[in-house]
């Protein structure tokens, strides 16, 4: 059963890069089936796809987020990372790694998300 | 993309069907075929509920069905259950590798 594990820093000051790392277990992170995800949910708001991430190391972003965002993969350790670069307040969020399949079409697996506040 | 539209709140009696609409563009909703229904019980992970429009992954109720037609696609709910009250959010594929997700609908069982 394949799981997924979000890790990083809980607090990051305004302006500063907001890195985030998530931990694939019990399946690899080098297949052609999945894209690796990044969603985030402000507090009592909606979920905002970020981006993702082929096996191959092409990526894709949301166009609102694209000049802040990087998505890196290192298959040696079966994790994928997220940075967001200038951070504000508005960017305070728990922030989930997901599984996306070509089987679904859809997020089918997702981390248990980890609390990120913007905040100096 | 814009977020796609859901309405805030649905509510239904238990045993009662609660239908919770999905409205976007010919861009996204109306371009494809791959629109996803997700739930999230309060201070829990989204949860797969339906994808590619009407297809249900194993392990979920087929009380759960999913429709589209044009820009605007569905989520039924029958047989309303305590356990279904919870935040139910869509989300579809808007091309060139590109998602989009709704704002989110409280579903209420009185």
């Known amino acids: 059963q394949v799981q997924l594990q979000e890790s990083g820093p809980g607090l990051v000051k305004p302006s500063q890069t907001l890195s985030l790392t998530c931990t694939v277990s019990g399946g690899s992170i080098r297949t052609d089936n999945y894209y690796w995800s990044w969603i985030r949910q402000p507090p009592g708001k909606g979920l905002e796809w970020i981006g993702y991430?082929?096996?191959?190391?092409?990526?894709y972003f949301n166009p609102s987020l694209k000049s802040r965002v990087a998505i890196s993969l290192d298959t040696s350790k079966n994790h994928f990372s997220l940075k967001l670069t200038s951070v504000t307040a508005a960017d305070t969020a728990v922030y989930y790694c997901a599984r996306e399949t070509t089987s679904y079409i859809a997020f089918d697996i997702w981390g248990q998300g980890t609390t990120v506040t913007v905040s100096s | 993309q814009s977020a796609l539209t859901q309405p805030p709140s649905a509510s239904g009696s238990p045993g009662q069907s609660v239908t919770i609409s999905c409205t976007g563009t010919s861009s996204d909703v109306g371009g494809y075929n791959y629109v996803s229904w997700y739930q999230q019980h309060p201070g829990k992970v989204p949860k797969l509920m339906i994808y590619e429009v009407n297809k249900r992954p194993s392990g979920v109720p087929d009380r759960f069905s999913g429709s589209k037609s044009g820009n605007t696609a569905s989520l039924t709910v029958s047989g309303l259950q305590a356990e279904d009250e919870a935040d139910y959010y869509c989300?579809?594929?808007?091309?060139?590798?590109?998602?989009?997700f709704g704002g989110g609908t409280k579903l209420t069982v009185l």
């Open positions: 991430i082929y096996y191959s190391g092409n990526t």
């Open positions: 989300s579809s594929y808007v091309g060139s590798n590109n998602w989009v």
